[in-house]
């Protein structure tokens, strides 16, 4: 008689405590990879507007998500944020893109294979003791 993973003779149906599917809302991912940008580009500068994310899940499989083993589905990512200028717009966004996946993957079990960085705006950063308040 051969056991299983979890020492119950091969025959026996699994549990119903230990099967079942795992699903994760869309809003959910998306203030995970918020917060994760944030993370990236922290500290934010005074002025500048938090970024947002937006988040499209698609369940692996045919509908059931994997447990443990396996990612429970694949999470594309938008993110839309405000960036202090000059500064390298390519790195920083980059630094998101990293940082987004690292974060869904770790805290989701999530695949990510795309993440949409979208700079919406750039703030001027002034000369600190400019008279005239000219920005460099």
């Known amino acids: 008689m051969s056991a299983t993973a979890a020492g119950r003779?091969?025959?026996?149906?699994?549990?119903?405590?230990e099967r079942g599917a795992t699903k994760?809302?869309?809003k959910?991912?998306?203030?995970?990879?918020?917060?994760?940008?944030?993370?990236?580009?922290?500290p934010l500068p005074p002025g500048v507007g938090r970024p947002y994310?937006?988040?499209?899940?698609?369940?692996?499989?045919?509908?059931a998500a994997r447990g443990k083993d396996g990612p429970v589905g694949t999470a594309r990512v938008r993110i839309s944020l405000e960036l202090a200028y000059?500064?390298?717009i390519g790195a920083r966004c980059a630094a998101v893109r990293r940082r987004v996946t690292e974060r869904v993957s770790a805290l989701v079990n999530?695949?990510?294979?795309?993440?949409?960085?979208?700079?919406?705006?750039?703030?001027?950063?002034?000369?600190?003791?400019?008279?005239?308040?000219?920005t460099t």
């Open 28 to 42: 959910v991912v998306a203030k995970i990879a918020a917060q994760a940008a944030r993370e990236a580009l922290a």
């Open 9 to 17: 003779p091969a025959t026996e149906p699994t549990p119903a405590g």
């Open 86 to 88: 000059p500064a390298d």
């Open 53 to 63: 994310a937006t988040v499209a899940v698609r369940p692996h499989g045919s509908g």
């Open 110 to 134: 999530m695949t990510v294979p795309e993440v949409v960085v979208q700079v919406e705006r750039l703030h001027p950063v002034a000369v600190p003791g400019d008279p005239n308040g000219r």
């Open 24 to 26: 994760i809302a869309d």
